[in-house]
């Protein structure tokens, strides 16, 4: 989580005149108030967390554990995080943007009363809370990092209006150990917790069916009126913590997915975060640029140079040889559904256990489109 990866993907969106006028607007959050904050945690968990900032570990809310040292700011910088979400909650739903990015944000580990795989507060709740709480009925959240965005569905866990879907390897051979597909929502919102638990090196023939196979028929099912989506890049293949084997060109097309999604059902009302991602100086900020570019509405072509100004930063500041081009010269070729399922196929046997759990409670057929 080296801020690098932020500074980084901000150099390099601003070398590609991303965030020159035009294009995007700019927030400046400050620290989130408490009252922010506890629309989606506990009163004693903000409490800790300030107090952890002073140096008090609390390993009963994760704090001060190995996924989660403490620090000064520890308090200040998540806060900010999720003011940062919460303000691009209030942009589109003031009708001042119809989309958002925040990609310092995706803190989806983060549980009501307890931090987590690196997150203290979870920015993309408040995000989808701060929508519920001024009128929307509905709202989607998808989550394609390659760890399962247990907290985000634990906080809405019996929350109706709100669908989680997560698209990630398999709790089997991964943190945080959950994500499984019987896990659909609590008895008041069954059927609201979708997830495609994936088999280690899934690649990205097999993670775009698999997308494809259950997305854009449940999101079109809920019939949300906002889509908050979480873009966690460690599915990358050189990603040092997991275990799935995607490329650049894959993080990109299914940020272009979510958006036809966003555009056909939602219009357009569509906020985008970040998330995880360890490799950061060849995959973070390539992966994210095209994040920020496809939400601005003006998608970098797969095969374009990497802008010399920043690799030669990256050189100079960090003695790391940055990727010439933006893409990884992918082949995305993907078997679509309608085909047939292939008992034999991991990624197939996957998709189905999903199916067969979720599409029966919204009139689908498992099996078939």
């Known amino acids: 989580m080296d801020p690098v990866r932020l500074e980084l993907t901000e150099r390099l969106c601003r070398d590609f005149g991303l965030l020159e006028e035009g294009c995007f607007d700019l927030l400046h959050p400050e620290v989130a108030a408490d009252e922010t ?4 945690h506990d009163a004693d968990f903000v409490a800790a967390v300030k107090a952890a900032a002073a140096g008090t570990a609390a390993p009963d809310f994760g704090l001060g554990t190995e996924d989660v040292p403490i620090f000064a700011d ?15 909650a209030e942009a589109v739903r003031t009708g001042r943007a119809v989309r958002a990015v925040n990609f310092a944000g995706g803190m989806h580990h983060a549980s009501r009363n307890r931090a987590s795989g690196f997150c203290v507060y979870n920015d993309a709740a408040v995000a989808v809370q701060r929508l519920l709480d001024t009128g929307t009925q509905r709202v989607v ?3 394609v990092d390659a760890h399962h965005g247990d907290g985000t569905q634990s906080i809405f866990w019996d929350d109706p209006r709100v669908m989680t879907i997560s698209l990630h390897q398999t709790g089997v051979s991964l943190f945080p150990g959950t994500g499984f597909p019987n896990e659909i929502g609590g008895a008041q919102a069954d059927g609201t917790a979708v ?5 280690p090196t899934t690649r ?9 196979a259950v997305v854009p028929a449940l999101v079109a099912a809920f019939e949300p009126e906002v889509i908050v989506s979480q873009h966690g890049c460690d599915s990358h293949h050189l ?28 219009e357009n009302r569509w906020i985008a975060t970040g998330g995880g991602g360890y490799e950061v100086f060849r995959v973070v900020p390539r992966s994210w ?6 939400v601005g509405g003006s998608p970098i072509p797969l095969r374009t140079q990497v802008p010399g100004s920043w690799r030669e930063y990256v050189h100079q500041r960090y003695g790391v040889e940055a990727p010439e081009w933006m893409n ?5 070729w993907w078997r679509s559904w309608e085909v047939g399922y292939d008992p034999a196929d991991p990624v197939d046997r996957a998709v189905i256990q999903t199916r067969k759990e979720l599409f029966p409670l919204y009139g689908l057929d498992p099996w078939f489109d």
């Not at 997830?195 to 088999?199: F, G, K, Q, R």
């Not at 990205?204 to 494809?212: E, I, K």
């Not at 640029?289 to 496809?294: D, E, G, Q, S, Y």
């Open 74 to 88: 520890i308090h200040d910088s998540a806060a900010r995080i999720a003011q940062g979400s919460w303000e691009c």
């Open 37 to 40: 904050l506890e629309s989606v």
């Open 141 to 143: 959240y998808l989550d």
């Open 204 to 212: 990205d023939a097999g993670w775009l069916r698999a997308f494809h």
């Open 328 to 332: 990884d010269d992918a082949e995305l």
């Open 195 to 199: 997830n495609l638990a994936l088999p």
């Open 289 to 294: 640029a095209h994040l920020c570019a496809v």
């Open 239 to 266: 990603d040092p913590l997991t275990d799935l084997s995607l490329s650049i060109d894959a993080q990109r097309q299914v940020a272009l997915d979510i958006a036809v999604l966003a555009e056909e059902l939602c």
